[in-house]
């Protein structure tokens, strides 16, 4: 059978399975709606928070990033793993006891201010539609590729599948959903690495394979990549090219915008007890960290295969999967010098051979010459680890506005059933904006995500890590902390990533070295630091409140989360 | 109450201390200098980077977990079934 019917098979009883879920698990209140119903058992929230986590990024583009970054590929590996840490750690529990359905509700309650919710409300909004709009495109691309639509249709169908399970179900059937998407996606993403770790190092396990000997020879896997690297005039794989403080500042940025994404930390809410929010952190991070520590192991794997099914082959000679990715314009070759043969090398005015790094997980099976029904399965994983976080990130998008800012602020005494057909409406709306967008990017679509991350940091996280920790934490400070801390990165971006403000700037202007991507780090610092100085200029939060504090450092008498 | 609340704080200090030397000092500050050792065929910063700080990132959790969990029982704070 060839690659195409595969697809249609697999992906076709995938999505059979996740909208039976949703049939069976659809919401009937709005507790079950926003939090499904405060019951999830740990081991499944663990699972649905790692799929809601691993994005359309993390599957289809991670290890493609690291292929082609080599060390300096860490960045994504530690800072999107250690954020948990921050999570487990610094927030769970203590939001979980909490206990109300949304971040803004935290910010809003803790610091006694509507103002302070509504910046909250607007910051995950931002945050939650930037990122979106990635996932939208990366099932567009999925779908074009495999089941040779036209990119558009592939949106719409990706919108029509979110739109039925994310709109019936709320996060009850997101939950259960997910579950199910976590087991496709990282079945899809073994399958194919411990092949590829079988063929190139005999050892099945890719974790270690790619610290072994390439079958048949003395040679170490990495020791060849640098060879490989080194004939060819790229940077050593293992040494990466970044400067340590870009590194350092980049990594922090992720971690600490891991610890302050709304539809991540929305998942603690959704457990019955402390406890349970703080070992399913930890079985999330398990979940993750399978397909986290395989994904460098990938990414070694396919740059050794890459270069030597291409570097110096003559071009009317490549196997199958060359042309058609050739196809769809993500490969590119132009033959400079005239002599029939691939020259694949670091000198840009020689090399011949372009290749988004998106493509690489994807092409992966392909060049290892795995049976079609693998190349298939990779492209279901893709698709459920975009449509699981479009899901988490949409349910977030309704919650905010039916929640945070209509029943909150606007019509108090809302009865349920009407909060929860606003909530659905919302999320209609949201999938459609979220469409849109799939359909037109913003030709920046990685810088807007960079931004998510950096915006994340720079606003939520210091205000709950303060609300939590720092009882003498006021309103004015946190909300001057927030506002500080988003225009500085939000004005950094625009000056040095986006290109908004004055002058075209080169990472010559970056001030200490630090892009863009890192200087979220540098956000969540002024934060911090106004927040403090602020607070402790003005007068001390009522006592209403600093007892709240006092209650939420302890687990006993937590309950289910509560409506107001 | 008062001391229930400082012994969280000192465990997490301890554990933040550690989630800060696997990643930041082993696998980037002193990534260079410990690649020149190596483990089977990983330069050790280089592993760091990308495995080892994930595998110690795990072990964290469940850790705090476990202390959390005796603390709670400890000083009568814990969740009734």
């Not at chain 1, 396990?205 to 790619?210: A, T, V």
């Amino acid at each position: 059978m060839d690659v195409q019917l595969w697809t249609y098979i697999i992906v076709g009883i995938t999505f059979a399975i996740y909208i039976g879920i949703a049939i069976w698990s659809r919401a009937g209140s709005t507790k079950e709606f926003y939090v499904a119903g405060g019951g999830v058992p740990p081991l499944a929230n663990g699972m649905a928070t790692a799929a809601d986590w691993m994005s359309a990024a993390s599957f289809i583009s991670m290890a493609g990033i690291i292929s082609f970054a080599g060390y300096d590929g860490a960045v994504y590996l530690m800072g999107w793993t250690g954020g948990y840490v921050l999570l487990a750690l610094l927030l769970a529990p203590y939001l979980r006891k909490f206990g109300k359905f949304t971040v803004p509700d935290f910010i809003g309650d803790r610091y006694y201010s509507n103002t302070a919710r509504t910046v909250a409300v607007l910051c995950a909004l931002f945050v939650s539609f930037t990122y979106v709009a990635g996932q939208m495109r990366g099932v567009g691309v999925v779908f074009s590729r495999f089941l040779e639509v036209d990119i558009d249709n592939g949106v719409y169908i990706g919108m029509a599948i979110v739109f039925f399970y994310a709109v019936l179900g709320g996060m009850k059937g997101i939950t259960y959903t997910q579950v199910a998407q976590y087991v496709i996606l990282i079945f899809a993403f073994m399958v194919p690495a411990i092949f590829i770790s079988i063929q190139l190092t005999n050892n099945p396990i890719p974790q270690l394979g790619f610290g072994s000997t390439v079958s048949g020879t003395e040679t170490y896997l990495l020791d060849k990549l640098n060879g490989l690297h080194e004939e060819l005039g790229f940077a050593a794989y293992t040494n990466g090219s970044k400067s340590i403080i870009d590194v350092f500042f980049i990594t922090f940025a992720l971690m600490v915008g891991t610890a302050g994404l709304p539809h991540v930390i929305v998942r603690f809410f959704t457990v019955p007890r402390v406890k349970d929010a703080r070992i399913s952190a930890g079985y999330a991070l398990v979940f993750i960290a399978i397909l986290y520590t395989t994904a460098p192991a990938v990414a070694a794997f396919a740059r050794t295969n890459l270069i030597e099914t291409v570097s110096d082959q003559s071009y009317s000679e490549m196997p199958g999967w060359f042309s058609n990715w050739e196809k769809t314009g993500l490969l590119t070759f132009e033959d400079k010098n005239n002599d029939g043969k691939i020259q694949y090398v670091a000198d840009k005015e020689q090399n011949e051979l372009t290749i988004d790094r998106d493509i690489m997980v994807l092409a992966n099976p392909e060049i290892a010459n795995l049976p079609n029904w693998v190349i298939a399965l990779v492209a279901a994983g893709g698709l459920a680890a975009a449509l699981s976080t479009a899901a988490g990130l949409l349910l977030v998008i309704s919650t905010s506005v039916s929640h945070d800012l209509v029943k909150i602020q606007i019509a108090p005494d809302i009865s349920d059933k009407a909060e929860l057909w606003l909530a659905r409406g919302a999320a209609v709306l949201a999938v459609m904006v979220a469409g849109y967008f799939g359909i037109n990017p913003p030709d920046y679509v990685a810088a807007v995500v960079a931004l998510a991350f950096g915006l994340a940091a720079a606003s939520f996280f210091p205000a709950i890590i303060l609300g939590i920790f720092y009882k003498r934490m006021n309103k004015e400070g946190a909300i001057a902390g927030m506002v500080t801390g988003l225009a500085i990165t939000i004005f950094y971006m625009a000056r040095y990533k986006l290109g908004w403000i004055g002058e075209p700037t080169t990472s010559e202007d970056w001030w200490f070295g630090i892009s863009p991507e890192g200087f979220g780090t540098v956000g969540m610092i002024v934060n911090f630091a106004v927040s403090l100085v602020v607070s402790n200029v003005t007068a001390a939060p009522p006592q209403e409140v600093q007892e709240i504090v006092d209650n939420i450092r302890f687990p006993r008498g937590a309950g289910a989360a509560q409506d107001h | 109450m008062k001391l229930y609340w400082k012994k969280n704080i000192k465990f997490l200090t301890i554990l933040l201390i550690i989630w800060f030397v696997v990643s930041y000092v082993a696998g980037i500050l002193l990534a260079g200098p410990l690649n020149e050792i190596k483990i089977g065929g990983f330069p050790l910063g280089f592993w760091f980077a990308q495995q080892g700080s994930i595998y110690v990132f795990v072990a964290l959790i469940f850790i705090y977990v476990s202390w959390m969990n005796k603390l709670d029982k400890e000083f009568d704070v814990d969740e009734k079934e």
